[in-house]
């Protein structure tokens, strides 16, 4: 059974049909990706699924419920939350209080042990957690981000575009937090990524999008060697 079905979205910015009937699956424990150029509708189809940008048409269901007309924040204490691109920290508010706004939605008790383990996989973070967010280094910023989302308990983690902005140093850093947070935490991610190579490298399986449409998809090693997968995005 599939734990995110998306089927047949069509979301609108305005008048501009941004996604045109995009269909996506996503299992348990799987990490899947996204690639496609600029304006391909990569970005709107993970804020179509968090809600921010509603869909039109189509439907976003979540082991067999369907979220597709919920608010964003109930979307999130549903267990789907987002990595934005860009980061977007809260610059003004120290790294443990970014890490504290994660939580907004929980009311367990098991909220410090969350930070324990983000500071665990994160040691920067541990090391500056009474620094202000806004002063330290994107690479930095983006394991924040990183670290915010997981302090939501995410059924479903999207993250978009985490390498952007970083050296090739970082952004191998960040590729081996996100196979560790599917390997040894078991975590469930839908990865939005330019570098498209890395991407198909750490994902089971992948969708191209061109225009707010799938041109392709399948495992990741039949999209590393398709022609035109290759030609268009790997360098080929």
């Known amino acids: 059974m599939n734990l995110l079905d998306v089927n047949d979205i069509h979301t609108y910015y305005g008048k501009i049909h941004a996604l045109k009937g995009i269909s996506i699956k996503v299992q348990a424990g799987e990490i899947v990706t ?3 150029g600029n ?7 993970l804020n179509t699924i968090c809600g921010i940008t509603p869909a039109t048409e189509g439907q976003i269901i979540l082991e067999n419920q369907e979220i597709t007309h919920l608010k964003a924040h109930d979307i999130v204490k549903k267990g789907i939350v987002q990595s934005p691109e860009g980061r977007k920290v809260f610059t003004r508010l120290t790294v443990r209080e ?3 706004m994660g939580a907004f939605s929980r009311k367990d008790s098991e909220i410090g042990k969350d930070m324990t383990n983000v500071f665990e996989r994160f040691p920067r973070l541990k090391e500056r957690q009474h620094q202000l967010a806004g002063t ?10 990183i670290g915010r989302a997981l302090m939501a308990r995410p059924r479903i983690l999207l993250l978009d575009e985490p390498s952007m ?4 140093l970082l952004v191998k850093q960040i590729f081996d937090v996100v196979e560790y947070l599917n390997h040894e935490s078991g975590t469930t991610i839908l990865l939005v990524e330019q ?5 198909l490298d750490v ?3 992948g969708y191209v999008l061109q225009s707010g449409r799938i041109t392709h998809e399948g495992s990741s090693k039949s999209l590393r060697n ?8 790997l360098g080929g």
């Open 34 to 36: 996204l690639i496609g």
């Open 226 to 233: 398709d022609p035109a997968v290759i030609e268009a995005y």
């Open 203 to 205: 994902a089971h399986r």
């Open 98 to 100: 970014n890490l504290e």
């Open 195 to 199: 570098n498209a190579r890395m991407a």
């Open 165 to 168: 902005g970083l050296a090739p």
């Open 39 to 45: 304006g391909a509708g990569k970005t709107t189809t």
């Open 136 to 145: 330290m280094s994107g690479g930095e910023q983006q394991m924040l981000a």
